[in-house]
């Protein structure tokens, strides 16, 4: 595959870009990446959970299964995954950022991190970097849809639905694939990953035309 774009995202930045039918966006980290998608031609085509969960049926993204619009269009496919059998890409929760992490400190759950009830709050997070990732192309955060979260390892209880986080993060930089299935804008954040013992890393992102 033939190069066309790279980019090395500092831990908790954000980085955005086009992409056409058919290239290949290959994502390379150890930590946590939120990631959201959007038809070129119509951002209101965004990547959906919902609608890629109930496709696939399985609650996780794996190798083989397509990021479907909320209109049930197909945007990309995971064509590989350097983090199966490791662990899992959660699509339960939402983005972390500024207003998650005060909200979580009034309510006394930042025990629930690594770092516990004393550590330092990032002044911001993903839904800050991806708002300001996707403001050249004009879409506010309110249109930024639940992203995937790459690399975020929840452990999930059956019986009650609890969700915990858990600090299984790749050991070494692994990387994931994603094809375009039809002209896109794709958009990250480098998390802050409150819930590792690294606090965040730089992401790798590397578009290849086939």
């Known amino acids: 595959m033939r190069m066309v774009e790279e980019y090395l995202a500092p831990k908790n930045t954000g980085w955005a870009t086009e992409m056409n039918v058919g290239q ?3 994502l390379t980290a150890r930590t946590i990446i ?3 998608a959007f038809d070129q031609s119509d951002y209101g085509e965004a990547f959906d959970q919902a609608p890629t969960k109930e496709a696939s049926g399985c609650i ?3 190798r083989g299964h397509q990021m479907l619009s909320r209109r049930g269009a197909p945007l990309m496919t995971m064509i590989t995954d350097e983090f199966d059998g490791l662990g899992t890409h959660d699509m339960q929760f939402g983005m972390c950022g500024r207003a998650r992490h005060k909200r979580a400190a009034e309510e006394g759950r930042l025990g629930e991190y690594l770092h516990g009830s004393n550590m330092e709050l990032p002044d911001h997070g993903c839904s800050e970097n991806l708002t300001w990732a996707l403001e050249p192309w004009g879409i506010p955060y309110e249109n930024i849809p639940s992203p995937v979260n790459f690399f975020q390892n929840m452990a999930i209880d059956q019986q009650s639905g ?12 692994v990387h994931l694939e994603l094809r375009a299935e039809r002209d896109l804008l794709v958009g990250f954040s480098a998390c802050p990953d409150m819930a590792s013992k690294t606090r965040g890393l730089e992401v790798a992102a590397t578009v290849f035309q086939p």
């Open 60 to 62: 996780y993204l794996k």
């Open 24 to 26: 290949v966006l290959r």
């Open 34 to 36: 939120d990631f959201v």
């Open 162 to 173: 609890g969700m915990k986080r858990t600090q299984i993060r790749p050991e070494r930089p």
